[in-house]
């Protein structure tokens, strides 16, 4: 990648300004957050061919989580992406087997039923879920926690094995497949604290199967998730960016860094160094922005705002009189921190002088 990304407008003769645009102060970065098994956990409860099921052995019904969590973090909006795995620890050897076979093997949960016409076993296993939602209004560092869907993705191996002795015998496995939801009426929290952020949300989600008879089965899941991410940590860079929006995906038309798979003005590149989404269309997005400097008579405050953390992409601001002929300003840029990961650069620049003043700013990135 060679190209360098350029962003320039002006006003015209007699109008002395300098022409630039909005800043993306609600734009989105992809953030990785790292589950917290200290505090994380999920119980599971409900019953099983009508029946109320109950703890293999202390503890077998409850179970911490790992892995990590995507999300796309602006000052306000939250939005998660599924592709990211977040796991259930196994928490011990419960009955039955895969496939309801006899025995005892790993498993995240184990359950068992006794009644007087039959008894039954479960374990649940490989049990790895993905979050994902809409774009969700984050007010006061709180979010609407329904709006968050937790989702066993299809192709995934989650399943409960189960075996039931004495009347209606059957022994199966039951995949959990493409099953999502979560009812959890508690609001999520998005907390920074110094150079931390912790992400919390509640998990209530029910599901319901035909064991021996249509709906005799419903498996309820509890529980919170925690995960944390460490603002001004390790750098972003665009191969990792990209990845976490085509998880997979190899074809340089799509991930190239001089690739458009969304069809507005804005290719990857700039999209990662601007915090853009590159697949969702930004048609009417625009780099710069300029307005009149307080307590600075006839200055020019000129900028834009920037993801933090990213590595191995360059900004540079430039001036000129027309479109041609840039120089480099020299003018060290006041840069301010914005929170949740943005940054805001902007420099003071004095209008052009003369009987017929033109000014031009330029913001090119590139990289680095």
Known sequence: MESTHSFVRGRGRRRVAWWCAAFVSGGLVAAEFQVDPERSAITVSGSLATF??????????TSRLEGTVDAEVSETTLTFLEGPLVRVQDNGSWEPKAGGETGSDPACFGGKVSAIIASAVAAGRDMEFTLASAALELTGGTFDG????????????????????????????????????????????????????????????TYVFGLLAEGDTEVRIEGALVATRTLGGSPVTFGSWIEGFFPGETDEAI????????LDPWLNFVEFALGLNPVE??????????????????????GYDRPQGLGGVGYQLSSGTSLTGWAPLATVPEIVDLGDGWERVSVSLEPPAGEDPAAFVLLSVHPE
Do not use: K
Not at 158 to 170: H, K, P
Not at 255 to 262: F, L, Y
Not at 293 to 301: N, Y
């Open 255 to 262: 991930i190239g860094p001089e690739a458009n798979p969304d």
């Open 52 to 61: 109320a099921v109950r703890e293999q052995a202390p503890g077998s019904l």
């Open 281 to 302: 269309p930004e048609p009417d997005f625009v780099p710069l922005q300029a307005h009149r400097a307080d307590g600075s008579p006839g200055a020019w405050l000129v």
């Open 146 to 205: 329904r709006g968050v869907v937790f989702a066993f993705p299809p192709g995934g191996r989650a399943a409960f094995d189960y075996r039931v002795s004495g009347l209606g015998a059957t022994a199966a496995r039951m995949p959990l497949e493409g099953m999502s939801t979560n009812a959890s009426a508690l609001p999520g929290t998005l907390v920074t604290e110094g150079n931390v952020q912790t992400l919390r949300i509640s998990l209530d989600a």
